[in-house]
């Protein structure tokens, strides 16, 4: 198991959240048939984005937490100049 830091737990909820109110419109402007399909395909594309977003911009605890330095680590390895 990862180390990761409280607010984690939040986004998480709110991804699942998310997924679930947005997965109909996902598949409809995605030409998507299947429902979990849909899903799936929401996720691939939007929740690492979100966690990511999150780790790197909002919490403040990212150092200390070992999914956080994952994404700050892949962030900054492809947003250097
Ligand atoms: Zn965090």
Do not use: P
């Not at 109110?21 to 030409?31: D, I, L």
């Not at 048939?33 to 909002?58: F, G, N, P, R, S």
Request: proline residues 0%; negative net charge; charged residues 35%.
């Amino acid at each position: 198991m990862y180390k990761y830091c409280s607010e984690l737990e939040k986004v998480i909820e709110m991804d699942i959240k998310l997924i679930n109110e947005h997965f109909e419109n996902h598949a409809w402007y995605n030409h998507i048939t299947d429902k979990e399909q849909a899903k799936i395909d929401y996720v691939e594309k939007y929740m690492a984005l979100a966690k990511e977003m999150y780790c790197v911009h909002v919490c403040d605890k990212s150092y200390e937490c070992e999914i956080g330095q994952r994404y700050i680590e892949g962030y900054y390895g492809k947003n250097k100049r």
